[in-house]
């Protein structure tokens, strides 16, 4: 769904698990990874894909993802987890870089990679998934989600310029899970730090604790594209380490919140050529309904 000022409005999954299970997005007869992706892209024109943060897609699926959507369609891909400084489980590298792993770390389920070579080659391999989307024209940006341990210092900084560089060419949107980076102290440095880079800075929403752990809703521009992702308010499980990833995430925005996010996405449009809303309440049905509700109010 798009709206004639140039916002943009979709979730930032189409298959997840919970909405599968609710029925409600999906017609009966909807079950096939071919029929699904279509009638997505026949109700919004825009989508994040949340499976490349937990793996590296095979080219087949990209194309087949190009393949299964209309020519103005856009997906933004959420980068791998080695490449954000985030634990992966190394049986989701593909054989070739899995053979990279030292043998004492193949069975672990978790494992961080350090090693500038090996994060490279990491790099490689994902940015070369996703060329049929980028030949299509059906590449939007590529969203780095760092960690709440990755918090303002210029290390952090070279760290984020030392990522630009793996994505080559490709635009990056960047979201901080650690408060430092929009603390008064530091947000007009940091925004000014993205502008300088080109950049796409993440306008983030999610529960509040008034603490570090969490970042405020800061609306914000520093490339021509405008970056939202609206993750709920589920102040109850956000911050659990063992819950189920759906349930941080088991939120439904009330016409107030969204009557809100609706006039912020109207102030950055008077910047940015172009605003992307995104829903990550991606449990059950709520993403899809905040979604096609939001694109009435815009």
Aim: charged fraction near 20%; aromatic fraction near 12%.
């Amino acid at each position: 769904m798009a709206a004639a000022s140039g916002i943009r409005i979709g979730t930032c999954s189409w298959a997840e698990k919970s909405l599968l299970a609710s029925g409600e997005f999906y017609p009966k007869g909807v079950t096939s990874a071919d029929e699904r992706l279509r009638y997505y892209a026949a109700n919004f024109d825009t989508v994040e894909v949340d499976s490349t943060y937990y793996a590296i897609p095979a080219l087949q699926i990209t194309t087949l993802w190009t393949e299964r959507t209309p020519p103005d369609f856009t997906f933004h891909i959420k980068v791998y987890g080695a490449l954000t400084g985030h634990g992966i489980d190394p049986r989701t590298l593909p054989k070739p870089l899995r053979e990279l792993v030292p043998p004492a770390d193949r069975s672990r389920l978790s494992i961080r990679i350090t090693d500038p070579a090996f994060l490279h080659a990491i790099a490689d391999a994902f940015t070369a998934s996703l060329a049929p989307l980028r030949d299509a024209g059906k590449l939007g940006l590529l969203v780095f989600q760092y960690p709440p341990w990755f918090w303002y210092k210029t290390a952090s900084l070279e760290q984020i310029l030392i990522d630009q560089e793996l994505m080559g060419n490709l635009p990056l949107a960047i979201e901080f899970r650690h408060g430092s980076w929009l603390s008064e102290q530091h947000r007009g440095q940091v925004l000014a730090f993205l502008q300088q880079h080109r950049i796409c800075y993440v306008t983030a929403d999610e529960p509040q604790y008034g603490t570090q752990a969490t970042i405020p809703f800061l609306p914000a521009v520093t490339t021509d594209t405008a970056y939202v992702r609206l993750h709920g308010r589920n102040g109850e499980n956000w911050l659990k380490k063992w819950v189920e990833s759906s349930a941080r995430y088991d939120y439904l925005y009330n016409r107030e919140e969204l009557n809100s996010f609706a006039r912020a996405a109207r102030e950055l449009s008077a910047t940015a050529r172009l605003v992307y809303l995104m829903f990550n309440n991606c449990r059950a049905g709520h993403a899809m309904r905040n979604a096609r509700e939001m694109a009435r109010l815009v």
